[in-house]
């Protein structure tokens, strides 16, 4: 029997309509993706409805992942159902490594093999879970992030340095610089660029109102311009300085010049204030924008900015202009500049540096306050981040190399990165064989030990030499004198510090002096400090503590305490129940609840 053309458009137009039909229905958001595969496995036409680049899978894994869809192009054809499996597949790898990772070693998740931006967004998905729970899971997933965030920002900075000189700009080195101290914040290149064009436009405003001709009014973003008079280069200055440092306030700050948020550029424009490289950064690029060309100059201890009053190419100081952006634009003369910082200097300190040479010099800065610092998980997190970038620019500064190697010695970390940079440094400089060799055979020797690892020392409560031990593992505690929140997560029977940390925190003043219990607790300033028992008393109103450490030590916050994780728990297997004990006047359904879950808790003592 045969079938007219009519009939079978009839037929087609029929079956379009329902198919259309099915993938609507397929696609409500209370389908999930275990149902897709039930029905697409029920009958043939419902399996070509849930083909891998259709409608419907598209729709599960853009409901599923949607910080992802950035990745894809508007109406990508796509198989949806192979990415699906791929983030899938991603997301149990990373759940997975994150659960056993170590504390100090983050390089295996590169040897995952997946795509980048999966490995993202998994880590993004447990960051974002229940802010409560799960506080060990998310802190590790932190530090993945962390790390794989850098050592994309290291590659970007790489290629950035091999571009040829000329095209290089300031600016953009100093977003990567910003970017991988703060891997964490969201910080772009495109982001400080439109705050730096809506500045630009309030002086393109500025400008309007003395000179309505003035040739900076006509450039538009991305072009590359020059103004060739100098009258009109000087209106673009002061139009600059008026809306930098009168109508916006910009300020250098001279509070807290070492602070490190005054090297992030990011920092600059939202606190308005920074030292005199990151403003003269800033300062630069603006001037850049209008037309006028400024050059940066790595004046000792205040960097400048040179200003040419002649003929180009002048190799006479005297021909420039040196403006302080620090000093709300002030403009000096070659003299002058000596008096700002005190002495006089060579020619040398007036001469146009690269844009390499800005760089170093801000990560210099980051440097000498991470070496500046207290000793802090913060400094040395600042100290390691800042010689990595100095080393990516310079990698044969034997000076910081070795103040690398001695970095990662005395944090127990990477040992057999140590013996690769000792072996660089060796080849470098021969005469420095006496502080490698040292060192060499110290991190042989913590190679050899981490083979043999150390159990860790185990407190129990019950104990004879324990017996005043008041306070447990997890409470919430308010110090007495200074009136700080903490949080307990270790104890010492007797004081265990040096008698120089003793005699210079007056211990001796105490009514028990050294001879009672210390407690290791981690304040909600981001401290960690060290406390006597006289001192300490169980918070009224338990509170969680905003500390960047907390997941390290607990698994989540139960109302009025914290969970001790597994590895706490190996350490002080008898402090939960004291915690539980200790607990104020608790509901009796707080307190059931609690029990339960304390019933329920694992008894192994895994770390995580």
Known sequence: MSISLSEASKAMTSFSGIFQLLEYILCFPVLKHVDICNVSCSCKRLHDVCHGRGKVWGHQYKLRWPRLQKHYRQNECCDWLKEYRTRHTVGLQIRRTVVSISKRFFTEIESLGAPEHFCEDELLSILNSDRRKSLTLKYYAKKILYFLRQQNILRSLKMFLEQPAEQQSALEGAVLVDQYCNPLADVSLDGISSQLEEITDKVKKMLRMKNSSHPSLRVTQGDCFAVEDFELERQVVVALNAVLYEQLQYKGNECDYYNPLNSYIHQVLLRRTGIPISLSVLYMTLARKLGVQLEPVNFPNHFLLRWCQHQRGSGDIYDFVYIDAFGKGKQLTAKECEYLIGHQVTADYYSAISTTEVLLRMVGNLLNIG?????????????????????????????????????????????????????????LDPSQHGAVGYLVQHTLEHIQHKKQPVEPEVKRRSAAEHVEVQYSVGLIMKHKRSGYNCVIYGWDPKCTMSQEWITTMRVHQLSSGANQPFYNVLVQDGTCRYAAQENLEPHSAPLEIAHPEVGRYFSEFHDSHYVANEELQTRYPEDMAETLEDLPSLSPLLSLSISIYFLHLPSSSSQT
């Open 371 to 427: 070496k500046r610092g207290e000793g802090n998980e913060k400094s040395y997190q600042l100290l390691r981040d800042s010689l990595d970038l100095y080393l990516t620019i310079n990698p044969d500064n034997v000076q910081y190399l070795l103040l690398q190697a001695r970095l990662y010695f005395h944090l127990g970390i990477w040992p057999e990165k140590v013996l690769d940079i000792l072996q660089h440094i060796q080849a």
